[in-house]
T-cell receptor
């Protein structure tokens, strides 16, 4: 099984629909992240969480919300999807402390298409 | 986070060493250099990181100049599976707000 699992892997939806992307990890890491990638571009940080009670906005949080349900689970929601949110979404984790900090482990990605 | 500059694309012959440069002239004293790669549309994969000393692991070597303003990632014997986008990132150790730019698209030529 993958260390970081994202569901769904692919989703097509319509404008205005609410969408949730889920992420779970078996690394035992405290820190989790959601990134967005548009075609041909780098990754942009949407939200990140350093522990269950901690939520922080990234570069492009508008139009998104997150929930950290447990140490192992971090979900991303689009309350009312719009076409320019069509992108590839990645969840990642990292361990706290010197040995693991900044070494991100990524999931396989969730491809979202908003029509 | 300090900004990095990478060439948009490079080619390398299979079996040869691939040398990927990165410029980070505004790097701060507490910032590390990290390299990740992304194969097709998969999730990025960590390769290596360093502060000021050269580093080597089973995947690659990282050479950082003495003034730390640039670095080179070396894949010693490139294979077709090394075709990917390579990201050079700098950031303080423990600060996970890493910025992924557009990276270098490395193509390994048979």
């Amino acid at each position: 099984d993958a260390d970081v699992t994202q569901t769904p892997r692919n989703r097509i939806t319509k404008t205005g629909k609410r969408i949730m992307l889920e992420c779970s990890q078996t690394k035992g890491h405290d820190r989790m992240y959601w990134y967005r990638q548009d075609p041909g571009l780098g990754l942009q940080l949407i939200y990140y969480s350093f522990d269950v009670k901690d939520i922080n906005k990234g570069e492009i949080s508008d139009g998104y919300s997150v929930s950290r349900q447990a140490q192992a689970k971090f979900s991303l929601s689009l309350e009312s999807a719009i076409p320019n949110q069509t992108a590839l979404y990645f969840c990642a984790t990292s361990g706290a402390g010197a040995a693991g900090a900044n070494v991100l482990t990524f999931g396989a990605g969730s491809r979202l298409t908003v029509l | 986070d300090a900004k990095t500059t990478q060439p948009p694309s490079m080619d390398c012959a299979e079996g040869r060493a691939a040398n990927l440069p990165c410029n980070h002239s505004t790097i701060s004293g507490n910032e590390y250099v990290y390299w990740y790669r992304q194969i097709h549309s998969q999730g990025p994969q960590y390769i290596i990181h360093g502060l000021k000393n050269n580093e080597t692991n089973e995947m690659a070597s990282l050479i950082i100049t003495e003034d730390r303003k640039s670095s080179t990632l070396i894949l010693p014997h490139a294979t077709l599976r090394d075709t990917a986008v390579y990201y050079c990132i700098v950031g303080p150790f423990g600060n996970e707000k890493l910025t992924f730019g557009t990276g270098t698209r490395l193509t390994i030529i048979p």
